[in-house]
């Protein structure tokens, strides 16, 4: 894939109250190694879920893998929520094995399903369908009297973002009245520690706390060389598909550091919306010497890692530990958890007044960590 | 030392035990001397059965040898059908005709579509013309996932590919005119996350039509097991640590009170459905299998009380593995459970349900199903599975047609009373020296995989690594490759394809629920909720209480359903312990 060429983003999904995963499984997979981005939403998604995430994330179509019947009704479903929210343009194809049958396929193609794949279809035909269906973008039909939606606007505007430009400063925004400033809380450490769950875990939390409260969430994954990529954490992120949180997911296309090259500007106009409280911005999984957020870029910094680090000598390589202003030991049902946290504060010495050491278990339900992580990040 | 590393142990050690007695036959007159009274005493007791071609055959097959070392072998390595260790079968006599040890109805029917009034129909025109009332139930996707037919966005999914059930009075229209107290009569209900409250909805539907008498005749299965729906199946909707509690909550109550009931199914169809291979299929059913032992051990219940009440599920396709797969499983959990756990012998039977492949069945020139199944039948029968349950040709497209469903039953009766295959002799296959190779191999890769998942920390901690479902979507990717570059021979898709008229799909009879009935549903939970509205809240409190002091859920859900509806029990446990995190 060259430099000019943006790569198509599409987000798939399996619907409400089917758990049929392994076809949509490969598809993904063929989609990527075709340098198809993927949003990956999981299983026993709403259509409520899949289109409010399918216009946060700016996707070209919405590719649906159905197997438990009702296909004809959620298809139809989803194609109805695309149009009521405007956003006519966003394809939708599918497939189901055998269990939608060739006079479904004819209703739902004229309910307005672009393709229907019946069992047998060989995966490369699949993939051409998708890199020609939506190599462009589609026209939008003229969209009615209503005011545009919020989520909508503001994902259009994230798409057309270059990294090219230093600020978003002069962004065409329509704001409404109510302007907030959010805090913006970067969220970093190395994979499989943990991120994404104590993020949602942490937006549960400020959610139910604050029932006007607005979220968005900035999350990243690394694209594979030369290919697409895999963003997948909207199907670990349960709390998040909420209407009161926006969400979008940024393939790393091969910038280094664990942030996106257009992630500053992303973040510019998050901030500029006006809605939100809070935005969490999660980096990919990073080494020992990254420090991705600039000082400007967030408030503050939450280093998160798992209890096996290894070496005490480890400790001291890790550059985030002296930048991050809460380090978080996920995961605090390990064993080595305790040692962790005893180590890391002897690592501080006389700074470890003013550094926050936290252990959490995002994992389980109601964890007093996160608890207390909320509200050092939120108030001090 | 972990449970999988003490099962290995066990296994390994039982080997070396075999070949000490072979050894001993050999070299030790005493020893041999007793072995082979045992071995002409067991020949003498077998009775012999006439074919209708005037044959005369005996009804067991046995090893035609009368050399010690092998007759050693046999008696300890694999032991006749009925003995420790198990391997060709759990009971001495199974599909043999005019058996007065028969313990088995091989056939259960399986069924499950739209509304309770129309599977109750469904499972009336299944059991007219038969003996005992082996019923089995398919729940729709909102069932499944524990939300009631009005919530938002399941109305297309309402009794699609199973029954609809959002209350205890649905409960009793699906079972209506069924005798739940007669011991004929047995239900199995394919439900895992909301099993607890299903069962509850079914204890409470018998007692209202039979009196509270009636709780321990009650015979039947719920499949509950949640460890595999982690692995494979996507059916959970409670974080792992909340669903194992309720489970063993329902375990510690059927156990006490409910003696003829099977609380868990240990399920390797769905994994094998996922793509796992057949090895992994196995090796992850043990696994999961042993692992419920432990954790139902250490709530303190007795593995010789539950034990007898744990029985396994299994997947069998076309792949040579599955002459022996079930053969190798009964073989280890007898030796594990007897020498790692140190369970009695009602604990050590392996008692297994087969169901053919749906993963097999093809949708073009989908007629071969037919021959696929019945060649799956066939292989499941030489494993001396207890029970089986063999797929309709028409299921790529749609729950079952009757036309199909019937065609399906038929094979099962086709095989077992029509062709002598199984009914003069038991254990016809076994010995084969292919057979051997197979076990053999088969034994020694899925011990392998207990040591990978044992190295990880046992089963949760590989749970919690992805370990299981990463390999299964590795073994499902392989096999779509496969198909695709032709590897996988695939009859009348990727090889012998038709012309265009055949390949084009076929217009079947496809079995949907009409939107009217749909409708029906929705007023009905709606109606059930209205009607109970003043007391639902006070139950689900009462609930609430017994979930936070660690009380027996179980036994409160009995209560509890008799005024709440299954969405509303969830909605409430979903606030006590949390929504399950998908890993992906």
Known sequence: MTAKHTPIRVLTAVPICDGHDSAINTINLELIHAGVEVIYLGYHRSARDIVRAAIQEGVRAIGISSYNGGHVEFFAEVIDLLRRRGANDVGVFGGGGGTITPSDERLMRRKGVDRIFFAGTPLDEMTQFVRTTYATPRRRARASKRAEDPDQRLARLLTTLKPSAATARGLPLRGRSARKRPRVIGVTGPGGAGKTTLIDELVLRSLGANPAAQIAILSHDPSIVGKGALLGDRATMIYSQDDRVFMRSLATRGHAGGLASVTRRCLDVLRADGRFDVIFVETVGIGQESAPFGSDQVDRTVFVMSPAYGSRLQLQKIVMLDVADVVVVNKSDLAGAKTAVSELRQRFGRRATTKHVLATTASRHGDPGVDELLRLVMTS | ?584
């Open chain 2, 1 to 584: 030392v972990s449970i999988l590393a003490s099962v290995i142990d066990s296994v390994r050690g039982y080997g070396r035990f075999v070949e000490r007695q072979v050894r001993q036959a050999r070299t030790d007159a005493r020893f041999r001397g007793q072995l082979m009274r045992r071995w002409r005493s067991l020949h003498a007791g077998i009775a012999t059965t006439t074919t209708p071609t005037g044959l005369v055959l005996p009804r067991l097959a046995l090893p035609q040898t009368d050399e010690p070392a092998e007759v050693a072998r046999y008696l300890f390595g694999e032991g006749p059908p009925g003995e420790f260790p198990y391997l060709n079968g759990a009971y001495r006599e199974m599909y043999l005709e005019q058996s007065e040890l028969k313990t088995e109805e091989p056939t259960r029917l399986f069924a499950g579509l739209g509304l309770a009034e129309d599977s109750n129909a469904r499972f009336h025109f299944l059991t007219r013309q038969q003996r005992t009332f082996r019923l089995s139930t398919a729940f729709d996707g909102p069932t499944l996932y524990g939300v009631d037919s009005d919530h938002d966005g399941v109305f297309g999914k309402i009794g699609e590919g199973g029954v609809a059930i959002d209350t205890v009075d649905d409960m009793q229209r699906l079972f209506d005119g069924f005798p739940l107290d007669d011991t004929r009569f047995s239900a199995s209900m394919t439900i895992n996350a909301p099993a607890p409250i299903l069962l509850a909805m079914y204890v409470a539907a018998a007692k209202r039509r039979f009196g509270p008498g009636v709780v321990a005749r009650l015979r039947g299965t719920v499949q509950a097991d949640v460890l595999k729906e982690v692995q494979a199946q996507n059916e959970i909707i409670f974080p792992l640590e909340a669903s194992l509690r309720f489970l063993t909550d329902m375990v510690e109550f059927t156990t006490q009170h409910m003696p003829r009931w099977y609380p868990i199914s240990i399920s390797g169809y769905h994994i094998a459905e996922a793509g796992a291979t057949p090895v992994q299929q196995a090796a992850y059913t043990l696994s999961n299998g042993f692992t419920y032992v432990q954790l139902f051990r250490e709530r303190g219940l007795d593995v010789n009380r539950f034990g007898p009440r744990l029985s396994f599920f299994l997947d069998c396709g076309l792949d040579v593995e599955y002459l022996a797969l079930a053969r190798v499983c009964r073989k280890i959990w007898a030796v594990g459970m007897r020498d790692a756990l140190g369970a009695d012998a009602g604990s050590q039977l392996f008692k297994l349900h087969t169901q053919t492949s749906g993963r097999s069945l093809v949708a073009h020139e989908f007629q071969n199903n037919l021959t696929r199944t019945a060649i799956e039948l066939m292989l499941a029968c030489a494993n001396a599975t207890n029970s089986v349950h063999s797929n309709s040709a028409d299921e790529p497209f749609t729950t079952p047609s009757e036309r199909y469903v019937r065609l399906a039953a038929h094979a099962q009766a086709v095989l077992l009373e029509e062709s002598g295959l199984f009914k003069h002799m038991m254990n016809i296959f076994g010995g084969s020296p292919g057979m051997q190779i197979l076990e053999r191999e088969l034994q020694r890769a899925i011990l392998d995989e207990f040591a990978e998942i044992d190295r990880l920390g046992g089963v949760l901690a590989a749970i919690t690594h992805r370990y299981q479902r990463s390999q299964i979507q590795a073994a499902a990717h392989r096999y779509e490759s496969q198909i695709y570059d032709g590897t996988r021979p695939i009859v009348g898709l990727n090889r012998y394809r038709g012309d265009d008229e055949s390949q084009s799909l076929p217009e079947v009879h496809v079995v949907r629920t009409p939107r009217k009935k749909k409708q029906l549903q929705v007023e009905r939970v709606k109606r059930f909720k209205k009607r109970h509205a003043r007391q639902a809240g006070r139950a689900l409190d009462a609930l609430a209480t017994v979930v936070d002091t660690g009380g027996n859920v179980f036994a409160e859900l009995i209560q509890t359903v008799e005024h709440c509806s299954l969405g509303q029990i969830t909605a409430r446990l979903h606030e006590l312990v949390g929504h399950y995190r998908p890993s992906v």
